[in-house]
């Protein structure tokens, strides 16, 4: 694990890249944000967090790190320990973890509950959506005391996703005063995860909608093998890709609301409405 601190004083603020090794934009947009040498009004710790697997070109060696932050992990796992010298290093900072995936090409913000630090954050980082996770990935990295809210900057491996990554950066840094300078903030959709896409057993598959747009009752959402896959009720996909995962295409959401930024109050708000999809 490499860690490198700019600014003077005690960090309460932390940004972390490589926690999956073929994730590699999040360490790119550290090194590119640590080479410009830039003036910071507030100290920032950068973290590359799993330096053999990335040395591999592998997501972990042993275990998924951003599922260690449990002690159901092997004990003999390399991400065990990882996973606690992590937690040690981020203390109870406000953390932005860098991401890519497989699903989606635009980035868009994850969080276990939001809270007042997504609220004060999220609304100025340059992504799409917000979504709750709250209840899903034991061992992920929200166990810890930190306040974390985890990006996806992109598809994995693509440049896109290492640019994406270093706006997210400076974002963030913005939004939290390290750097000088204003961040517009925008209106997001809020999604909350909900049950797994289940994939059949096939050797081939295809997807036919995109993430975060409504599925309806009746409309052919995937294939395996061919055989059209249709919804037997409205959702939203969220993580929806043919080959991301194993075992499912994804997860079906809903959402649940809007994250809006209200400059007279300088607060923001969840705007809970009924929606079934």
């Known amino acids: 694990m490499r860690v490198e601190q700019v600014g003077e004083g005690t960090p309460e603020l932390v940004v972390i890249g490589g926690i999956h090794g073929d994730e590699p934009c999040g360490v790119r947009a550290i090194e590119r944000f640590l080479d410009a040498d830039p003036d ?39 991400e065990r320990d990882l996973a606690k010298r992590l937690a040690d290093e981020v203390g109870d900072s406000t953390v932005l973890a860098i991401h890519s995936t497989q699903s989606h090409a635009d980035p868009f913000a994850l969080c276990s509950h939001v809270d007042e630090t997504v609220q004060d954050i999220v609304p100025f980082l340059s992504v799409v959506a917000l979504v709750d996770i709250e209840g899903f990935g034991e061992g992920r990295m929200f166990a810890t005391g930190a306040d974390i809210v985890e990006v996806e900057a992109g598809l994995q491996g693509s440049e896109q996703a290492a640019e994406n990554a270093y706006d997210l950066v400076r974002e963030f840094l913005t939004a939290t005063d ?12 809020v999604f909350e995860l909900g049950p797994p896409i289940e994939k059949p057993d096939a050797g081939t598959y295809e997807v036919f909608v995109d993430n975060f747009q409504v599925v309806d009752v009746g409309e052919v959402y995937a294939a395996a093998d061919g055989t059209e896959l249709v919804a037997t009720d409205a959702f939203t996909p969220i993580l929806l890709s043919a080959y991301g995962y194993r075992d499912v295409f994804g997860y079906r959401g809903r959402q649940v609301g809007e994250l809006t930024y209200s400059d007279g109050a300088n607060s923001t708000i969840v705007n809970s409405r009924s929606s079934a999809q």
Do not use: S
Not at 52 to 71: K, Q
Not at 178 to 189: K, M, N, S, T
């Open 40 to 78: 910071v009004q507030r100290p920032v710790k950068f973290i590359i967090a799993n330096e053999r697997a990335l040395e591999r070109g592998v997501r972990y060696v042993d275990a998924d790190l951003n599922r260690a932050f449990t002690e159901n992990t092997p004990p003999d796992a390399h």
């Open 178 to 189: 390290v750097l000088a300078g204003d961040v517009v903030p925008r209106e997001l959709p």
